[in-house]
């Protein structure tokens, strides 16, 4: 692949991620990405035969990159406490930059359940368990955190974050009633999150 196919086909990447975000799957036409990358049609079907091959592309991409963002998590030489005060702060901080992500993904699990589910296949749980446990054995028994109830740990925790932006409209209009700020608040929790789960759990 030359210089020139490889910028071309960046450029038809970023331009479907954008559309597929605003519009999702059903609404976004293949000449709404070629107007956006500045291509013609029929050179965005020669890099992509079809749009459900390029929404599959992107959609593993976007997946790949939230995954790739949290490995940290998993570094020995962070506590249980400083796992979770990073997550928190990262997650919500690609959300923010990503105000859309949420309710595309939510919107995409309901169209296409077996894409998510192979993503989600790809991830080693027994493998993820094994590392905390050997990381953090004493922590997660103080904790009561086991390998049984670890699901329902980790979805409360990508809650806390994912929630108040695929409810953002309905959040941001009782934020201004209260007279507060959506973007002020957003940023607040990052914090408050993160202490809301750890006395969560050592309580």
Do not use: C
């Amino acid at each position: 692949m030359t210089e020139t196919d490889k910028q071309t086909e960046e450029r038809i990447f970023d331009a479907a991620t954008e559309v597929f975000i605003e519009k999702g799957m059903d609404g976004a036409r293949m000449q709404d990405i070629a107007d956006r990358a500045g291509i013609n049609k029929a050179l965005l079907h020669y890099y992509y035969r079809t749009k459900d091959h390029l929404f599959n592309a992107v959609y593993e991409m976007i997946a790949g990159q939230m995954f790739k963002k949290f490995g940290p998590v998993l570094d020995e030489n962070l506590t249980l406490e400083q796992k979770i005060r990073f997550f928190l702060r990262e997650h919500i901080t690609f959300l923010q930059k990503n105000p859309k992500l949420p309710s595309f993904i939510l919107n995409e699990i309901h169209r296409n359940p077996d894409r998510i589910r192979k993503l989600i296949q790809r991830i080693d749980i027994n493998k993820l368990w094994n590392t905390l446990e050997s990381q953090h054995r004493e922590e997660l028994k103080r904790y009561n955190i086991t390998k049984e109830n670890l699901p329902q740990f980790m979805t409360t925790i990508a809650g806390m974050s994912v929630f108040p932006f695929a409810a953002k409209p309905i959040i941001a209009s009782i934020m201004e009633k209260m007279g507060y700020n959506f973007d002020d608040y957003i940023e607040h929790r990052k914090e408050y999150a993160a202490d809301f789960i750890i006395n969560a759990i050592i309580k």
